[in-house]
């Protein structure tokens, strides 16, 4: 199977769940580069393999002016870096203490000139939590915590939250039978344990309907040199016979599927 729009928050899985894509399906199984691990090796994982991802624009507005009085406006740039410095710290203090979660800014826009207070600034930022519960309750309570930290800015402001994609969960019996396939056709020593991710992903949406199990699939060459490269790195690479490798997974895996290592 084959979907678009997996970057994009919520997901294009929700798409192919809309248009019957998994009606009728017993079990799922995806597969994601891994570019920490070598190409050969398989990282597997029970239970949650991934974190709940968000994203949230927050606009701020003012009434502009001349940076050589911003006393007698609002100086929409410092209560924007105010919000970037102190809305992560807002949220966490709003949690139970032993809460996960990251609130990291990735783009602020605003003004065009040193000399000129602007009347609008966005900010855009991803948060994550590895945890159902608090992804839960992360919408309303944003939205508090920025009402809370202008409400004497003089600036005005508006939330626009989207509810991203929840934790991928692997089913345990999904994941024994990926493993059983990965011994049988690569051997017990491509069998690589995984941490849960801060990352996020829409196949999630799939794992909430069928049980099914996300697998790492290790892409980096192991003769390369240089450090083991994060994904979206600058110089991210692919040793291409983790294609073939990934195509052998999924074939050996369906085959364990129907020669009698059904998960029920």
Not at 171 to 182: E, G, I, N
Request: with cysteine; aromatic share 6%.
């Amino acid at each position: 199977m084959f979907q678009p729009a997996e970057e994009r928050v919520p997901g294009g899985a929700l798409d192919v769940i809309r248009d019957h894509g998994i009606d009728g399906v017993d079990a799922i199984v995806g597969i994601h580069c891994e570019p920490k691990l070598d190409a050969g090796m398989i990282g597997l994982k029970s239970g949650s393999i991934s974190s709940a991802a968000d994203m949230v624009c927050i606009t701020l507005t003012g009434p502009g002016g001349h940076t050589a009085r911003p006393e007698l406006t609002v100086d929409l740039l410092t209560i924007a870096a105010q919000v970037i410095t102190e809305l992560p710290r807002r949220v966490q203090a709003a949690l139970p203490a032993d809460a996960e979660i990251k609130i990291i800014f990735g783009a602020m826009h605003g003004g065009d000139a040193a000399n000129v207070i602007p009347t609008r600034c966005e900010l855009r930022a991803s948060i994550r939590t590895p945890t159902l519960e608090v992804w839960n309750v992360l919408p309303a309570l944003v939205e508090e915590c920025v009402a809370g930290l202008l409400a004497e800015s003089g600036a005005g402001f508006e939330v626009d939250y989207t509810h991203g994609v929840p934790p991928v969960a692997n089913d345990a019996a999904v994941t024994d039978l990926v493993a059983r396939a990965v011994a049988e056709e690569f051997g017990a020593d491509a069998i690589a344990p995984v941490q849960q991710s801060w990352g996020g992903d829409d196949f999630a949406w799939f794992t909430r309907e069928v049980p099914g199990s996300y697998v790492r699939l290790g892409v980096r060459n192991a003769e390369a040199d240089g450090p083991r490269l994060d994904l979206h790195a600058g110089r991210f690479d692919v040793d291409e016979r983790a294609i073939d490798l990934g195509v052998r997974l999924l074939v050996a895996t369906t085959k364990a599927y129907f020669e009698g290592g059904k998960t029920s």
